[in-house]
């Protein structure tokens, strides 16, 4: 390699920033070049890594990266270690996926390695069998020849008679399981350690008990290192038989893969659990989810999620934020530790508790109350008081043989309707509950291929006073969908709002209503849905939908929602005002007589407003009535079908 400048430290990309490819490439092949040689040009190590680099786009070809660094013969003592540094801040995805990725790498280049050792344990073997057989022949020979592997060898090697008993091994195992510095550098002998000695009475054991079963092996075994402590190994087992096919020796070459190991299960291990609680993950859970739902008996699965997470994190600062997790991490682990469970964390700020229950596991409600009661505790986070609630879903099931992923849909579907009642609250799982959400959820799914192939269309509906002729026409969404019936323009806009589809429907309807009010010549009122009601880009959705039918703005009549102004207020105050300033006629739709809403219909001076349905009970419509002198007193247009309205949607 042409590049003999040292680098102590490859730098990393700035924080928060992504490097670029060619970038990371670069430092890639500096950091190689420094810590190994190989006889590869700087050009075409780079054109090599840069052809690599794609692999770790999934998981299933990082390997094929470390495969790579060990046949280009850069397997030196830091090769692999800063591989690994560069890319860690190099690979896009989350942390899951960069640490499936980095361990791809870390296997492919271990098993790569082992396979150059067993390769190279191999020619030491074939060497060894042929010097001892060329010993009956030529002894002074073959024996320096031997001596010479023998004690040079980086690789332990020990040798054994027929029966198993040890006769000698050489400097690099007495250094491996010995570490003596008096005889690490001498092979045992008259000079050196008893061979028996070397190993531990365990290991001993364990390499005649695999001679017992085979005359040639290659495995991995666990000995006992130095100070007593456990070193992985990759062994290769042989046998020399002398001219009667009878055992004369035994032969083990031993190496030392501690180390590849370690790093190995280390990586395992972070891909199957959370980086910031050290709980399972996701990838883990569910494995053992299945395992224990495999099993007879009762379980109990809590899916839970921890509000408010997300104001410490922008009130208090992210560490904060993680602090809090790790919080509540361990105190869920203290709240089931009497019992058979697995605590894991499977999202941002959401937890699973899984429960083999037992005749001691508590009632659900009194489990619930347990969680609530740890949680209600506060912690000190960067000089702030802080205690958290959360919502909670629970299914409790005797089922044997149930589906995991069935079984976490049950529990979290649980908690989405516990949260619909506000925060901190907890629910049990109900059968008929969730199949009706199902059957919802599933209709609300099939929406965007609804909008998509047409399915959804616009009905025009007159809207007129009591007695006279229409004074404009209300459009109204209506989906026919083929298992559910006739789908309600109010239902199109509340599952666009849930589904996220609320932009493009409602850009859509838009559109359609104003080249329809265009042809003919006649105003349009358009009901938008909460969330396009409160949406800042509001009024350049509705002048390009002016621009394109050339509709004059006084025919658009737009009817917010008001179930927009909680949480929304002030956007659609601006959006009122900017459409005013547009010339488009401004209603609000499910208007329910509340404060917040007259006073939004005095202060804008509306064109109209569309009451919510007249309630049943006579207190209650009476006072709507109440209202709407005072509604039309500021100039507004009823629109209802209640006696004294100025105007109603006729079907």
């Given at each position: 390699m042409s590049d003999n400048a040292a680098h102590d430290d490859v730098p990393g990309p700035p924080p928060g920033t992504a490097p670029a490819r060619a970038d990371v490439v670069a430092r890639w092949a500096r950091a190689l070049v420094d810590s190994a040689y190989a006889p590869l040009s700087r050009k075409q190590l780079q054109a090599h890594l840069n052809r690599l680099f794609d692999n770790l786009a999934t998981a299933e070809r990082a390997d094929e990266v470390g495969e790579w660094l060990v046949d280009a013969r850069f397997t030196g003592q830091d090769s692999l270690r800063r591989t690994i540094e560069v890319l860690a801040d190099a690979l896009d995805g989350d942390d899951q996926q960069r640490a499936t990725a980095l361990a791809g790498v870390a296997a492919g280049y271990a098993n790569a390695l082992r396979r150059q050792v067993f390769a190279e344990q191999e020619e030491v073997r074939t060497s060894l069998l042929a010097a001892l057989e060329q010993a009956q022949h030529d002894l002074h020979d073959s024996e320096a020849r031997f001596r010479q592997v023998f004690a040079s060898s980086a690789v332990g090697i020990a040798i054994f008679a027929g029966d198993g008993t040890a006769i000698e091994v050489n400097p690099a195992l007495v250094r491996m399981l010995r570490h003596d510095p008096d005889t690490a550098d001498?092979?045992?002998?008259?000079?050196?350690?008893?061979?028996?000695?070397?190993?531990?009475?365990?290991?001993?054991?364990?390499?005649?008990?695999?001679?017992?079963?085979?005359?040639?092996?290659?495995?991995?075994?666990?000995?006992?290192?130095?100070?007593?402590?456990?070193?992985?190994?990759?062994?290769?087992?042989?046998?020399?038989?002398?001219?009667?096919?009878?055992?004369?020796?035994?032969?083990?070459?031993?190496?030392?893969?501690?180390?590849?190991?370690?790093?190995?299960?280390?990586?395992?291990?972070?891909?199957?659990?959370?980086?910031?609680?050290?709980?399972?993950?996701?990838?883990?859970?569910?494995?053992?989810?299945?395992?224990?739902?495999?099993?007879?008996?009762?379980?109990?699965l809590c899916y839970l999620d921890v509000d408010s997470v997300a104001i410490v994190n922008d009130g208090i600062g992210y560490e904060a934020g993680d602090e809090l997790l790790k919080v509540v991490a361990g105190r869920l682990t203290t709240v089931v530790a009497d019992e058979k469970a697995t605590v894991a964390r499977i999202g941002g700020d959401e937890f699973v508790v899984l429960i083999e229950d037992s005749p001691d596991t508590p009632s659900i409600s009194a489990l619930a109350a347990a969680i609530d009661e740890?949680?209600?505790?506060?912690?000190?986070?960067?000089?702030?008081?802080?205690?958290?609630?959360?919502?909670?879903?629970?299914?409790?099931?005797?089922?044997?043989?149930?589906?995991?992923?069935?079984l976490l849909r049950q529990a979290h579907s649980t908690l989405r309707r516990a949260e619909?009642?506000?925060?901190?609250?907890?629910?049990?799982?109900?059968?008929?509950?969730?199949?009706?959400?199902?059957?919802?959820?599933?209709?609300?799914?099939?929406?965007?291929?609804?909008?998509?192939?047409?399915?959804?269309?616009?009905?025009?509906?007159?809207?007129?006073?009591?007695?006279?002729?229409?004074?404009?026409?209300?459009?109204?969404?209506?989906?026919?969908?083929?298992?559910?019936?006739?789908?309600?323009?109010?239902?199109?806009?509340?599952?666009?709002?849930?589904?996220?589809?609320?932009?493009?429907?409602?850009?859509?309807?838009?559109?359609?209503?104003?080249?329809?009010?265009?042809?003919?010549?006649?105003?349009?009122?358009?009901?938008?849905?909460?969330?396009?009601?409160?949406?800042?880009?509001?009024?350049a959705v509705v002048r390009t939908a002016l621009d394109r039918s050339s509709l004059a703005p006084q025919r658009l009549w737009l009817s917010l929602d008001c179930r927009a102004l909680p949480g929304g207020l002030d956007v659609v105050e601006d959006n009122l005002t900017t459409l005013a300033d547009m010339g488009v006629r401004r209603l609000l739709h499910g208007f329910s007589c509340g404060l917040p809403e007259l006073a939004l219909v005095e202060r804008h001076v509306l064109h109209g407003v569309e009451l919510c349905a007249p309630p049943d009970e006579p207190l209650a419509r009476r006072a709507v009535e109440l209202v709407v002198p005072l509604v039309r007193a500021t100039g507004a247009l009823v629109i209802s079908d209640l006696p004294g309205a100025d105007a109603a949607v006729r079907r």
């Open positions: 001498q092979a045992t002998g008259a000079s050196g350690p008893d061979a028996e000695d070397v190993f531990a009475p365990a290991d001993l054991a364990a390499l005649r008990s695999a001679w017992a079963a085979t005359d040639e092996a290659k495995f991995e075994q666990q000995f006992t290192g130095p100070h007593g402590d456990p070193m992985w190994t990759n062994v290769a087992l042989s046998t020399v038989r002398d001219t009667d096919d009878r055992p004369k020796y035994r032969v083990a070459v031993i190496e030392d893969v501690t180390e590849q190991r370690v790093l190995r299960d280390y990586l395992r291990h972070q891909a199957l659990h959370d980086v910031l609680t050290g709980l399972p993950n996701r990838q883990s859970f569910l494995p053992r989810l299945e395992e224990v739902l495999g099993k007879p008996g009762s379980i109990t740890a949680l209600a505790e506060p912690v000190q986070l960067s000089g702030h008081g802080v205690a958290v609630s959360a919502g909670m879903g629970f299914v409790r099931t005797s089922a044997r043989g149930v589906d995991a992923m069935a619909s009642g506000g925060k901190g609250q907890w629910g049990i799982y109900d059968a008929g509950e969730d199949a009706r959400d199902r059957k919802r959820l599933s209709l609300i799914a099939t929406m965007p291929g609804a909008l998509e192939f047409g399915e959804i269309a616009i009905d025009y509906r007159p809207i007129a006073p009591p007695s006279g002729d229409p004074i404009a026409h209300a459009a109204r969404l209506r989906w026919d969908e083929a298992e559910f019936g006739v789908v309600g323009h109010e239902e199109c806009l509340e599952f666009a709002d849930e589904l996220g589809l609320s932009g493009q429907l409602g850009t859509w309807l838009l559109e359609e209503a104003c080249a329809f009010a265009a042809v003919e010549e006649a105003p349009v009122v358009v009901r938008l849905s909460a969330d396009q009601s409160r949406d800042p880009d509001l009024a």
